[in-house]
């Protein structure tokens, strides 16, 4: 009851931000919360709750976004129907791949789905005619407006619009990841996790839950990418490059893995410690790092890992 309590109260919060900060900075840090959010909650479906190291998650919210730009602007399509064509075309690459990769297990599963990231940024980077090269796309238009029903419409124009926009989106990935997690597919996600081999002794098909859980994970990750592009405006081939993939992978780590608020913490505590420590000479990634070790040596759980041990200490339930 406090749980959901706490929860309700975090998204009337959530919605009443815009209410009182006005600053377009601020705002705009937000957004990028959550979108980071997203991808790496995202993410934590294939790699917390499945126990699948996917180190192709920047590839997919590359290739979400990418396909998503180039339908808007080279086929003059709206938002709408290129977001949800987006998702499509990044679950039909992340089907291929997963059938490929999912064959194998662990490290080699792990370097197999980098490869294909590096590969993806290759392809991105080389094919100018399409993707515009290293000189990126410009220009990539803000969603259209939801006409109402009894005149009117919704508009996207102004950073409190898109701040809307984009909470509802991470609202509903947070919703549709806690109700899978929590369903029959979850608990084989989960049991894969545990043990493959058993989980297959019960009668759980170990590739075809892997699959699933990959492509999930995929499609909210283009979803996460769509909103990117849409946002900022410019894509270039740097957004599907591993190193966003090992930055979702960081958010995961340190808000902690298998938990649902986990990479949302991580995604904001380092998107608003990456601003505070915007123009100062220590590195993004060494500011992450140190970060991530003070997190696994003292919490090994992650951040919300360390706060439920400390919740069953206080309850008096850690020694049962």
Same mark, same amino acid.
């Not at 902690?256 to 410690?273: D, M, N, Q, R």
């Given at each position: ?91 039909? &690459?992340?089907?291929? +791949? /997963? $059938?490929?990769?999912? %064959? !194998? =297990?662990?490290?080699? *599963?792990? #370097?197999? @789905? ?83 081999? &058993?989980?297959?002794? +019960? /009668? $759980?098909?170990?590739? %075809? !839950? =892997?699959?699933?859980? *990959?492509? #999930?994970? @995929? ?102």
């Amino acid at each position: 009851m406090m749980r959901r309590l706490i929860i309700l109260l975090l998204i009337l919060l959530a919605f009443a931000i815009p209410f009182f900060v006005t600053s377009r900075f601020y705002l705009h840090i937000l957004i990028m919360c959550f979108i980071w959010g997203m991808a790496a909650s995202s993410m934590n479906l294939i790699m917390g709750y499945t126990g699948q190291v996917n180190l192709a998650h920047g590839a997919f919210f590359g290739i979400g976004a990418y396909a998503a730009g180039l339908l808007m602007l080279k086929l003059g399509l709206n938002f709408w129907p290129a977001l949800i064509l987006a998702c499509i075309i990044t679950v039909a &690459l992340g089907f291929f +791949i /997963g $059938i490929l990769a999912l %064959r !194998t =297990k662990g490290s080699y *599963f792990a #370097i197999g @789905t980098l490869c294909f990231n590096v590969i993806v940024t290759v392809i991105i980077d080389s094919w100018e005619e399409l993707t515009e090269g290293a000189r990126g796309l410009l220009g990539i238009p803000r969603p259209d407006p939801i006409p109402l029903p009894f005149g009117g419409q919704i508009a996207f124009t102004s950073m409190p619009s898109y701040y809307y926009l984009v909470l509802v989106f991470l609202l509903l990935t947070l919703l549709v990841i806690y109700r899978i997690v929590h369903s029959m597919m979850g608990r084989s996600f989960l049991a894969i996790r545990g043990n493959e081999e &058993l989980a297959e002794s +019960i /009668g $759980i098909h170990g590739m %075809r !839950t =892997k699959v699933l859980s *990959f492509l #999930i994970s @995929t499609a909210l990750a283009g979803v996460a990418g769509v909103l990117y592009a849409s946002y900022i405006g410019f894509l270039s081939p740097e957004i599907s490059d591993y190193h966003v993939t090992f930055e979702f992978l960081i958010f995961c780590l340190i808000g902690g893995l298998g938990t649902l608020g986990g990479p949302l913490i991580g995604a904001f505590l380092l998107t608003v410690a990456s601003e505070l420590l915007h123009g100062v000479a220590v590195p993004r990634l060494v500011a992450y790092g140190f970060l991530l070790i003070i997190i696994i040596i003292f919490f090994r759980g992650g951040i919300m890992g360390g706060a439920q041990m400390l919740w069953l200490k206080v309850s008096g339930k850690g020694g049962r």
